[in-house]
């Protein structure tokens, strides 16, 4: 098992570019969210999906879209990239009937 | 709003020191706790974590925290730590029924070999 991946692990952006930050997840969880790692900020919940083909805004939902098309698939999508959005962002699920956290790898983005 | 403190931002330690970093969280009712482990360009695992018991819980690595209901607290502690325990911790809750937990800032750690 894979568990939780992302893609890409880096990418540049220019201001006012768009992009999607994509996450799989083979454990069969119906729980994903997206967080931002700022430094001294700690994570910060952007979206998250209770199951397939529901989200929710976290904590700092704004330029953030998010898809949940199927189980497996939660994607973060920036319309319009701005330097504040400068930040590592990680996926992470949670198993039915549990509360722990499984993470992935992480994507880090660098707006300019 | 639940919410999650960590008192310390950075701890420097010597090896063999002990370590004990601090969590205290808002939420009065049934709560799950957590401790994070993110080791330097690596993402965030479980150290251990806490659902309901014995309030003492032991991880991975040495590492165990205390549940303190009174003191709304679990608090991390290692007895004697060591250089490859340089990594951020992050301390986390999440509230009986909900789904959506709370992090603390996280906690820096640099141990000196």
């Known amino acids: 098992n894979a568990g939780v991946t992302q893609t890409p692990k880096f990418q540049v952006l220019k201001t006012g570019q768009s992009m999607t930050l994509q996450c799989a997840q083979d454990?069969?969880?119906?729980?994903m969210y997206w967080y931002r790692q700022d430094p001294g900020m700690g994570l910060r919940l952007i979206y998250y999906?209770?199951?397939?083909?529901?989200?929710d805004k976290g904590e700092v939902p704004n330029g953030y879209n998010v898809s949940r098309l199927n189980k497996r698939e939660f994607s973060l999508r920036l319309e319009s990239a701005a330097p504040s959005q400068t930040s590592v962002y990680f996926c992470?699920?949670?198993?039915?009937?549990?509360?722990?956290?499984?993470f992935g790898p992480g994507t880090r983005l660098t707006v300019t | 709003a639940q919410s999650v403190s960590q008192h310390n931002h950075h701890v420097i330690l010597s090896e063999a020191a002990s370590l004990e970093l601090g969590c205290n969280y808002s939420?009065?009712?049934?709560?799950?706790l957590f401790w994070y482990v993110q080791y330097p360009g690596q993402h965030l695992q479980l150290l251990l974590k806490?659902?309901?018991?014995?309030?003492l819980v032991k991880g991975i690595k040495g590492f165990e925290a205390e549940f303190i209901k009174s003191k709304f607290s679990f608090n991390l502690r290692k007895p004697s730590v060591q250089w490859s325990d340089t990594a951020e911790y992050f301390c986390?809750?999440?509230?009986?029924?909900?789904?959506?937990?709370?992090f603390g800032r996280g906690t820096s750690l640099i141990v000196h070999p």
């Open positions: 992470a699920t949670i198993p039915d009937g549990s509360y722990e956290q499984y």
């Open positions: 454990m069969n969880h119906n729980s």
């Open positions: 999906s209770a199951s397939e083909g529901t989200t």
């Open positions: 939420y009065g009712g049934t709560v799950n």
């Open positions: 806490y659902f309901s018991g014995d309030p």
């Open positions: 986390a809750a999440v509230s009986g029924g909900s789904y959506i937990p709370t």
